[in-house]
């Protein structure tokens, strides 16, 4: 079917995966501002996986790589940095930030599925889950709305032939599972499917250069309009660590001592 | 009755001047129309467990229950294992092959039209890899915005989830008039698996195409208790060094304890362990009433995986591991020393 893989890879900007989040005191939200963010784990494996299937040349081409994310001003540093790695182009959608997580995933898929229809794309790459709303919904959203095959969780990404039949393994619970399908897709991305790249200095100036769109919902036609209402955002209960033991027996003891045993 | 009525429709009607009367009657109305549909896991005929969990959140709302099950001759096996479940209303079951490996694709559409036609309020599904793929693209067709992996249920429209690694919690309120929620097995269980007597009943089937193919499947065989489930687990991590040391240290601890074994994503990474034995934010959540640990830090990815544990152990060589400080029993030794001295200790009783 298709001449080349045109890909889309959606990125979302997220509180670093190494920080503890801290709850704000209204309750609202947890507390964004002067907080390390940087590229949500997953959306740096879709890349990673986008660049890659150029690199093999396998039996499609690639010929394009489009990186999206949509939030604040400051999603252009998530974006250049998906450019350094090696997408093409990026649409930046403005969305003001805020507190909760910013737009819903059925928004997202709805605002996606404009693009993949305006920018006639054929793949669309997406991780699994962002590590902050950890909802994992985007992807198979997108391929409901679209009538597109999808493959979860994908650890492993095959295109066959020219005529556009991928195969992705995808984890499942207890091992794996091979899908076959014909492109257009959407394919969600996990842990085990590769190890991204540093961005090199090189390839950071290179990609200040790159074309970067600002858009907005309505430009595609996309309401934000919200279905969850938060009412509140609490510590979980914590928990008290019991102290330490001495030796084997002492374990044993503590261990019996509270029934675990 | 006719003139009672009669009267409150009249006073329905003059609502807009008097809202505030008509609150009550409203709400109740709408708890009377509370329906759920839990979507039931199955695989070779058998039920899986986030089958029940799904079963036992439904329960919890309150409001009939209509469980969901297709695939390959399910009425003779997985439905009728699911009418014995106490406090079913009926089972509605679909036997079509096209169904039995739960693609998404073909699956979807069979559960929006049955959803449709049983005009159900609430759509329920363990947060499995079944759930978390099929669910969203179900609520995606049906227009409604989906929660997931809910932890508790506050009321027919509020509901509480982990978000950011379990490191907040959130309550968030629905406003969809059909609510498609997965749920989190640990946190729903208790359901009877027995006593019930519910019709299994013909569900639509809308035939739509698979676009998909299924191709083969490689499934970790093993003879322990099921890692989501296990009332014990025994998991090592990076401080394993090796997959032999792995197999020689912790695979003998979990012998003696009867437990599943779990790792850390370290241990993953490095081949100590199949992936699909990886406990965290990103892996399995389990919360067993004992969660004994070697060699884990307790990164808050792994921590958001098994900090609802009853009892953690942690054996660690760094006394200011942040593991030891969510465990209520702590050893601070060599795994290689410590762990197979536990084993036999445990062996001896």
């Known amino acids: 079917m298709a001449s080349g893989l045109r890909i889309l890879v959606p990125v979302k900007r997220v509180i670093d995966y190494a920080i503890k989040p801290r709850i704000n005191k209204a309750q609202t939200g947890v507390e964004t501002a002067g907080v390390k963010h940087s590229l949500n784990p997953f959306d740096e494996l879709s890349i990673e996986e986008a660049v890659r ?44 930030d805020s507190n909760d997580g910013g737009l819903e995933p059925l928004t997202v898929a709805k605002m996606l599925k404009e693009v993949v229809n305006k920018e006639n794309i054929n ?54 599972e091979t899908l076959r399908a014909q492109l257009p897709m959407v394919i969600t991305t996990d842990l085990r499917l590769n190890e991204p790249r540093y961005a090199s200095l ?46 084997v027996n002492g374990l044993v003891s503590k261990l019996k001592e509270l029934g675990a045993l | ?36 549909l839990a979507v039931l896991e199955q695989r070779d005929g058998k039920l899986q467990a986030s089958s029940l969990s799904a079963i036992a959140a439904a ?26 479940i106490k406090g079913l209303d009926k089972v509605l079951a679909v036997d079509n092959e096209a169904y039995e490996k739960g693609l998404p694709e073909n699956y979807a559409p069979l559960l929006v039209e049955n959803i449709k036609k049983g005009e159900y309020t609430h759509i329920i599904g363990g947060h499995s890899a079944f759930g978390k793929s099929l669910l969203p693209r179900v609520a995606a067709l049906l227009d409604v915005q989906q929660i997931s992996d809910i932890t508790g249920i506050e009321s027919e429209d509020t509901f509480v989830r982990p978000i950011y690694a379990g490191n907040a919690i959130l309550t968030v309120q629905s406003t969809d008039p059909t609510k498609v929620i997965t749920v989190r097995g640990t946190a729903f269980q208790g359901v009877e698996t027995e006593g019930g007597s519910a019709g299994i009943v013909e569900g639509a089937d809308p035939k739509a195409p698979a676009q998909t193919e299924w191709v083969s499947e490689e499934l970790a065989k093993s003879e322990r208790p099921d890692l989501a489930t296990a009332s014990r687990v025994v998991s090592g991590g990076r401080g394993l060094k090796s997959k032999e040391e792995f197999d020689r240290v912790i695979v003998p601890l979990a012998d003696s304890l009867g437990a599943a074994i779990g790792a850390s994503r370290a241990a993953v990474d490095s081949g100590f362990a199949d992936n699909s034995l990886q406990v965290g934010q990103t892996g399995k959540n389990v919360a067993p009433q004992l969660y004994l640990c070697a060699g884990i830090s307790g990164a808050i990815q792994h921590l958001a995986g098994m900090k609802d544990s009853k009892v953690i152990a942690a054996i660690n060589k760094d006394p200011d ?29």
């Open chain 1, 53 to 96: 299937l150029r690199e093999r040349k396998g039996p499609l081409k690639v010929d394009n790589i489009l990186a999206l994310s949509a939030g604040g001003a400051k999603c252009a540093d998530t974006l250049r940095t998906a450019m350094a790695m090696g997408a093409d182009r990026a649409f930046h959608i403005d969305v003001a």
């Open chain 1, 123 to 176: 793949l669309v790459l997406l991780g699994k889950q962002a590590i902050d709303g950890d909802q994992g919904q985007t992807g198979q959203m997108l391929a409901g709305l679209l009538g597109w095959p999808q493959a979860t969780q994908a650890s492993k990404v095959d295109v066959k032939d020219d005529k556009g039949t991928v195969e992705v393994t995808h984890e499942v619970d207890g091992g794996v």
């Open chain 1, 202 to 247: 090189p390839n950071i100036m290179k990609a200040k250069k790159k074309p970067l769109e600002k858009k907005t919902l309505a430009d595609l036609g996309v309401e934000d309009k919200r279905r969850l209402k938060t009412l509140k955002v609490t510590e979980p209960p914590a928990r008290q660590g019991g102290g330490k033991v001495e030796d």
């Open chain 2, 1 to 36: 009755m006719i003139p009672i009525a009669r009267h409150s429709a009249l006073q329905a009607v003059r609502s807009n001047l008097r809202p505030r009367a008509f609150n009550q009657p409203a709400a109740s109305a709408l708890a009377r129309l509370l329906s759920t």
């Open chain 2, 59 to 84: 329960q919890k709302l309150g409001g009939p229950v209509t469980a969901f099950v297709a695939g390959n001759n399910v009425k003779g096996t997985s439905a009728a294992e699911a009418a014995k």
């Open chain 2, 321 to 349: 591991a942040p593991i030891f400080q969510v465990a209520d029993v702590g050893l601070v030794g060599d795994l290689f020393d410590k762990v197979p001295e536990l084993t036999e200790k445990l062996k001896s009783q």
